[in-house]
């Protein structure tokens, strides 16, 4: 009786400790500096530095309504420190906010800049909690929920 009172809680043991998730934190996920990333002929951008590659015809097609419009244009890229990724391009007016999931990515916002002007000459830049996007001499300030006031 005794050794199966043992046997049983080493297996409740086991249960509870394989039941527990693992944790690391603090973390910081953001990339120094943005990424200046050119369209291939069949819609991918990648950046082997960081192991990353997607294809973002579908960023074209929610911008212009047209997918095919994508060939040898430039998609700016940034990720913040809580590992959201920022994208943008010349001639956009948006600024799109994905989240990485299983095989993709998840549009999480989309950052209206302005319904009359489209970007001219976008660049991100880190900025501790934000992400700092520069367009000539207009400044916005971004996180993951839009633009910072």
């Known amino acids: 009786m005794k050794i199966t009172k043992t046997v049983i809680g080493i297996l409740v043991l086991m249960i509870v400790a394989g039941c527990s998730s693992l944790l690391l934190k603090p973390a910081d996920f953001s990339w120094p500096v943005e990424n200046v990333l050119k369209v291939d002929e069949n819609g991918f951008i990648s950046e082997e530095r960081y192991t990353f590659s997607i294809n973002v015809k579908q960023?074209?097609?929610?911008?212009?309504?047209?997918?095919?419009n994508y060939s040898g244009k430039e998609i700016r890229i940034i990720r913040d420190?809580?590992?959201?990724?920022?994208?943008?391009?010349?001639?956009?007016?948006?600024?799109?906010?994905?989240i990485?999931?299983?095989?993709?990515?998840?549009?999480?916002?989309?950052?209206?800049?302005?319904e009359i002007e489209s970007l001219t000459s976008p660049v991100f830049n880190q900025?501790?909690?934000h992400i700092e996007l520069l367009d000539g001499s207009i400044k916005y300030l971004l996180n993951h929920k839009g633009i910072v006031r």
């Open 127 to 129: 900025k501790n909690s």
């Open 59 to 68: 960023l074209f097609f929610a911008e212009y309504k047209d997918s095919t």
């Open 81 to 98: 420190k809580l590992g959201y990724y920022f994208m943008t391009a010349k001639d956009f007016k948006n600024v799109y906010v994905f």
């Open 100 to 114: 990485p999931v299983e095989n993709g990515m998840k549009l999480e916002n989309k950052v209206l800049l302005s």
